[in-house]
């Protein structure tokens, strides 16, 4: 099947099928990856590995920690404020959908959380105009949702808030291309996309903000100890962490992040040239703010949503129904996603397009 879930999503098969020959015995060790001690050397080579890895392919400067951990983005949402507040009480949010909202409402258990820009009025169509952006400058950071899964909105710019560090939750657009990892404070993003599978979180922070977080925070969540720990503070989802290796070193195989940008391109042109050049189906976004990853469309007729979704089953095209928030289709398009898949949809849409017409 080609499958667009917008996550857990679908893994690239060749790490899949490496997994498969590895389970039971990793490179002649006699234990699958599940069952090593995570302080045994050959786990902590798998890591050093993966992060190894990651740090390259992203080109992260050496005054930033990359951290495996858990609790997923949702966990992320509170432990960034545990962290980041550093003794200030304003946090600024840029509003674009489901997800920033998320982040704001957890944030606000922590601080004062700030609406600085919203696309609230015109639907969560767009990021807003960064000269719109009301943000104070004693805030403790910036925080944005660089890529809206459910929404379908991402942002092609790193927003300039100047000396307050900007937070990005990155969970469903990090590693489909280059980015520019200076410009931000943090970046943090489950793994369950374009990394994964779910249970292991990315976090990537700039050394001067690590040190200083509330005293109530969990010892397993405070960047510190995570940091001072090499990721080894508790005990890591270490199978996660091995899968996301593959999938780093398949990236970096296939070329690294440009190669990916370059896939990525492609295939959103096919599904956005089509959806624009018909009315049967439509895209709620803005064309300069239209996701790369995950694109909602809607039928013009949402009675016939429950036959486009069973038809395209029946042709192998699964995991298309859209978030229940918003209704519709949503075709989540990760770095797995042959652009063949991308043809097989539009063919179904076509094919139903004629026949309901
Ligand atoms: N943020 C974004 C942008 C997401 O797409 C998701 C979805 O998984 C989350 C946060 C929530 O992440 P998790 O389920 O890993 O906590």
Not at 71 to 90: C, S
Not at 145 to 152: H, R, V, W
């Amino acid at each position: 099947v080609f499958n667009f879930s917008a996550g857990p999503a679908a893994l690239p098969e060749p790490v899949l099928r490496q997994c498969a020959a590895e389970m039971l015995d990793w490179h002649g060790s006699g234990m699958s990856v599940m069952e090593m001690s995570h302080r045994g050397p050959q786990f902590i080579a798998i890591a050093q590995e993966a992060e190894a890895l990651l740090r390259e392919l992203l080109a992260v400067p050496a005054n930033y920690k990359v951290l495996f951990m858990q609790g997923g983005a949702i966990g992320e949402n509170a432990i960034v404020p545990m962290n980041l507040l550093r003794g200030k009480t304003r946090i600024d949010f840029v509003d674009t959908g489901a997800w920033s909202q998320k982040s704001l409402q957890e944030a606000g258990k922590y601080g004062e959380a700030h609406v600085a820009a919203s696309s609230a009025a015109t639907g969560y169509d767009r990021v807003p105009p960064r000269a719109d952006w009301q943000l104070d400058p004693d805030a403790a950071y910036v925080h944005i949702c660089a890529n809206e899964t459910i929404g379908g909105v991402e942002y092609f710019f790193d927003p300039d808030v100047g000396a307050v560090p900007l937070v990005a939750d990155m969970s469903s657009n990090l590693l489909s291309r280059p980015v520019d990892v200076s410009k931000y404070g943090l970046i943090y993003g489950g793994a369950q996309k374009n990394i994964g599978p779910s249970g292991l979180t990315i976090v990537i922070v700039r050394d001067d903000l690590i040190g200083q977080a509330l005293p109530c925070t969990p010892s397993a969540f405070d960047y510190k100890t995570v940091a001072d720990a090499e990721s080894m503070y508790n005990t890591p989802p270490t199978w996660a962490i091995y899968v996301a290796g593959l999938v780093f070193r398949w990236i970096k195989d296939r070329g690294g992040l440009q190669a990916m940008e370059a896939h990525n391109r492609a295939k959103a042109a096919v599904l956005y040239d089509y959806l624009d050049a018909t009315d049967f189906y439509r895209s709620p976004v803005q064309r300069d703010c239209r996701s790369l990853m995950n694109v909602p469309f809607h039928l013009k007729d949402k009675a016939l949503d429950a036959a486009f979704l069973k038809g395209a089953e029946a042709r192998g095209l699964v995991q298309l129904k859209g978030h229940r928030v918003v209704g519709g289709m949503r075709a989540s398009i990760y770095n797995a996603m042959p652009i063949e898949g991308v043809h097989a949809l539009v063919d179904w849409m076509q094919a139903f397009e004629r026949e309901h017409r």
